[in-house]
């Protein structure tokens, strides 16, 4: 049955880049985009060109060592922009421009403090600016999760007519409901002409906890590219989490959706970032957490010890995680005992067992988490003494 591509887009080494403290340098962006690359993604977000001399060269590195993937690179909607990123992007096999602009009232009456009109006029001037440098250009109608659907429409036609191949339609606050969003993405196939020639891309912020959520939403209603960042990095609350996304597709949506991205390199590009920013992970984060498949309760590890997918959606091999963990705390059981005491080699009896538990519910009162080490001490003490 054929499926229809969603293209990924990811923006860590721009948008997940802008969190404090996660400054990347230069080889350390290298090395991401490298994995990226190889890791399936249809584009990779470089930089933002202009912003510093230190982007500018990070960007241009990238470009030349980007095999597979599209290269981007973000711009205003000013040609100054515009144009320093074509410079930095030079090298690339597949270049493409990020420009674009806000699209919401409050953008207007404060940021630009112009009428729809002049925003319309700046964004079509950007878009032909930038495709006067390259063929792919994607344009951004900034804060459009607040912007209103029919002045957003008309933007999107006029610069579809100037040029652009990509339409992103970022929810740059975090504000809107999925049903909201989904339609917004419905209301645009539905009222822009010439939307097929362009590809409507989300970009979904995750201030209420809805980015993952809404970027589907989008997607079952049309959008083909999902903007992300690895972890869900990013301004304030975060990006939608490209892993997420991804084995939301591959787990619930393969009858009607696919993409390029190798989901075993998950786990591992998580720990690169990770390390690589100085970014914690949260343990309990879905996908790639260090609690994602770990069991502590004596019902759960019981019921994946006998069969993983009694409480396992994800083989946790299919994103990079060698196998499930059964953590030995105070609320495990007999049967987790019996099967962490056999990983370090000792195949208890009944009676044996018996003996080990009463010893280790002691034990695990007293610790959070009773490790093989502690495990071996008890079972000799208490057991083989």
């Given at each position: ?8 887009f990811d923006t860590t080494l721009r ?80 270049p493409r421009i990020h420009t674009g ?234 049967a987790a005992l019996a099967y962490r ?45």
């Amino acid at each position: 049955m054929a499926t229809d591509k969603i293209f990924i887009f990811d923006t860590t080494l721009r948008d997940g880049e802008q969190v404090p403290g996660c400054k990347l340098r230069k080889d350390q962006k290298l090395e991401i985009a490298s994995v990226l690359d190889q890791m399936g993604v249809d584009v990779i977000e470089a930089g933002f060109p202009i912003s510093s001399p230190g982007d500018f060269e990070a960007v241009s590195a990238v470009a030349k060592i980007v095999k597979n993937a599209t290269v981007c690179g973000l711009s205003r909607s000013v040609e100054k922009d515009i144009k320093v990123a074509a410079e930095a992007l030079v090298y690339a096999k597949y270049p493409r421009i990020h420009t674009g602009i806000g699209t919401s009232e409050s953008h207007m009456k404060f940021k630009f403090k112009c009428g729809p009109e002049e925003i319309i006029e700046r964004a079509v001037a950007a878009v032909k600016y930038a495709k006067s440098f390259v063929e792919d250009v994607e344009f951004y109608a900034e804060d459009a999760g607040r912007s209103e659907n029919a002045f957003l429409a008309r933007v999107c036609e006029e610069v579809i007519k100037a040029g652009a191949t990509v339409l992103n339609i970022p929810d740059t606050t975090g504000y809107c409901l999925p049903e909201e969003y989904g339609a917004k993405i419905k209301y645009l196939r539905e009222n822009v002409k010439g939307i097929e020639r362009a590809i409507l891309s989300t970009h979904c912020h995750n201030d209420l906890g809805l980015a993952t959520a809404n970027s589907i939403a989008g997607v079952i209603n049309g959008a083909r590219q999902i903007e992300s960042t690895i972890n869900g990095v990013g301004e304030r609350a975060g990006n939608t989490s490209l892993e997420e996304v991804v084995m939301i597709i591959k787990q619930k949506l393969s009858n009607q959706f696919h993409t390029n991205i190798n989901s075993r390199m998950l786990k591992p590009t998580s720990l690169l970032v990770s390390n690589e920013m100085g970014m914690f992970v949260q343990a309990n984060k879905a996908i790639v957490g260090d609690n994602a498949f770990a069991h502590s309760s004596g019902i759960h590890q019981d019921g994946v010890i006998k069969n993983r997918e009694t409480y396992e959606i994800i083989d946790p091999l299919e994103v990079g995680v060698p196998k499930s963990s059964i953590v030995l705390t105070a609320r495990s059981g007999r049967a987790a005992l019996a099967y962490r005491a056999k990983e370090i080699g000792y195949n208890l009896t009944k009676d044996e067992l018996d003996v080990a538990y009463a010893g280790f519910l002691t034990l695990a009162d007293n610790q959070k988490e009773v490790k093989d080490e502690d495990l071996e001490v008890l079972l000799k003490e208490k057991v083989f003494a």
